[in-house]
């Protein structure tokens, strides 16, 4: 790898690897597993440094990787832990209208709570979420509005 690559890599690890940690995190569990995958999600991305380039948007393509990274991860561990959904909320742990939020969300289907989850809480933009999850915006229109339905549905 040349300079420039892995300037390159050094910046974006130091401009997207907090929010990167943070997705992780969530995957994982806990901090420790999280930072793995973090340092695993930056060792394959360097291994494609060439794709970078044709990425339209580099924290979507981070975002990509790190959510194949914490898949795998997931499937190596399914058969003898198994990863939580969530952190537990810490601060809101006594408003009972948050506990039903988080109810809800969790009893969303995987494909509309991630894709919920990478707008809400990653801020990633409809492209940027139909590249990390590799399907059309219109999709990802479609996920999130179906999301806000049920979401709405169930706190009524």
Known sequence: MNHEALTRLE?????????????????????????DLLHETFLQA?????????????????YAIARNVAATAYRR????????????????????RMARMREAVASLPETLRETLELRLRDEL????????????????RSRLHHALQRLRAALV
């Open 46 to 62: 360097a291994r494609r440094m060439e794709r970078l380039s044709q990425a339209v948007s580099v924290r979507a393509w981070l």
């Open 125 to 140: 933009s409809y492209e940027e979420i139909a590249d990390v999850l590799q399907i059309p915006v219109g999709t990802v």
């Open 77 to 96: 561990k399914r058969g003898t832990e198994r990863l939580p959904a969530e952190l537990p909320a810490a601060a809101a742990a006594d408003d009972p």
């Open 11 to 35: 910046t974006l690890y130091r401009d997207v690897g907090p929010d990167l940690l943070s997705y992780l995190r969530r995957a994982a569990g806990d901090l420790h597993t999280a930072e």
